[in-house]
């Protein structure tokens, strides 16, 4: 069955950097567009940044220049890269696959927090 595992959460400084993994399984990664998506409490999961199995990517506008999307299919991963980080960026992550339904991680808290 799919999976999906986050990790790399945290307590960071305005300015800082967390790099997220997800850690996938029970279906051919390479294959698949993964995406990461966020949840502030009160407001709705938004998505955050997307790349397909060629790898091309795009990101929300709140985080371009900021965020980087990767992968490692030879690991079954996906990065998220968070630089210059801000405390709007405080929120649950989420990965993301769509393979017949949506699949979701359990999620990973990062709190950007003087």
């Known amino acids: 069955q799919v999976q999906l595992v986050e990790s790399g959460g945290g307590l960071v400084q305005p300015g800082g950097s967390l790099r997220l993994s997800c850690a996938a399984s029970g279906f051919p990664f390479n294959s698949y567009t993964m995406r990461w998506y966020r949840q502030a409490p009160g407001k709705e999961r938004g998505l955050v940044a997307v790349?397909?199995?060629?790898?091309?990517?795009s990101y929300a506008e709140s985080v371009k220049g900021r965020f980087t999307i990767s992968r490692d299919n030879a690991k079954n991963t996906v990065y998220l890269q968070m630089n210059s980080l801000k405390p709007e960026d405080t929120a649950e992550y989420y990965c993301n696959v769509f393979n017949g339904r949506h699949y979701w991680g359990q999620g990973t808290q990062v709190t950007v927090s003087s």
């Open positions: 790349i397909t199995s060629s790898g091309g990517t």
